[in-house]
Nanobody, 123 residues
Framework: QVQLVESGGGLVQAGGSLRLSCAAS????????MAWFRQAPGKEREFVAA???????YYAESVKDRFTISRDNAKNTVYLRINNLKPEDTAVYYC?????????????????WGQGTQVTVSS
């Protein structure tokens, strides 16, 4: 069983930055793609960013200039750096593990999810 635990969310003023972390249990972390999704109140969950098993990043078009995903396989951790936060970034951010080493933008292609971390951006 794989457990994903997110941290790093909080209340931030617009223009600020955050780094979200997702710590994964299990010995095969480095073999799988990892991703971040987010869900804002009243909206559907949306893909934000992903990293392949080898660290290649993929981003939603809407965030690619401000978000940076990275992974540290030695620490079984994936990160999401968010710069120039905007009120529309307010959401619960979820970490997820893909079913393979290559990510997709579809939630159904991910089999493990964290509990989420709240990011609130004030204007």
């Amino acid at each position: 069983q794989v457990q994903l635990v997110e941290s790093g969310g909080g209340l931030v003023q617009a223009g600020g930055s955050l780094r979200l972390s997702c710590a994964a249990s299990g010995r095969t972390f480095s073999s799988y793609a990892m991703a971040w999704f987010r869900q804002a109140p009243g909206k559907e969950r949306e893909f934000v960013a992903a990293t392949s098993w080898s660290g290649s990043p993929y981003y939603a078009e809407s965030v690619k200039d401000r978000f940076t995903i990275s992974r540290d396989n030695a620490k079984n951790t994936v990160y999401l750096r968010i710069n120039n936060l905007k009120p529309e970034d307010t959401a619960v951010y979820y970490c997820s593990r893909a079913r393979s080493g290559w990510p997709t933008r579809l939630g159904v292609d991910y089999d493990y999810w964290g509990q989420g971390t709240q990011v609130t951006v004030s204007s």
